[in-house]
């Protein structure tokens, strides 16, 4: 009886042993494949990170091209030109020239009349102070007109006029400047016009001159006489 006790105990320990056994096997087995898995994981984030590696090394980002100019707008080279200092001789010529050098240079309006003050002296400086101080200089437009009706000469009020009156008093050099200042503020005349009243007002044997050689144009005529 005692001996069959000893075997029962012993297959129960060995059935025990072996259930122990079957769970530690079954808990390495689950451990192996957590491994496995996070072994692969692993692998996948390494793959992607030597990807970008090598993207990054094989071909860098090119440069953002540069941001292109607004509409527009045109690109000057620098250049250094001398405003000669206005003193109110010579108005229009002024008007002309400085008007020619703010278009070039791109300035705007709103600007103009401060910078044509830099370039003011004498009676025209003090004009411009008076002026300004009044509020009389709203725009760039209408600064032009006061100026050109404070230092102009009063005659240039009707140029049709005076153009029709003008006569060839002296030299052919004398005549043609004088008629090409007051053509200059003539609006609406046409070529053919013009060139008729600056042959005609040559003088009578000049006139037959030019009109014998039909000039075509305006600058023909001009060269003629001499």
Known sequence: MPEHNTRQTSIERLEEAIHKLTQHQSTLSQNQQSLTQANANLNLKLDSVLDRLAALTESPPSPKPPPSPPPNTIS???MKLEVPHFDGQDPLGR??????????QGIPDAERITVASFYMEGLALCWFQWMSRNGFLTSWPTMLQALESRFAPSYYDDPHGALFKLQQRGTVNDYLAEFEHLANHVIGLSPPLLMSCFIYELSLELRREVQALQPMCLPQAVALPG
Do not use: A, M
């Not at 008007?95 to 070039?104: E, G, H, P, V």
């Open 95 to 104: 008007i002309f020239k400085i008007t020619q050098l703010f278009d070039y």
């Open 76 to 78: 000057r080279p620098h």
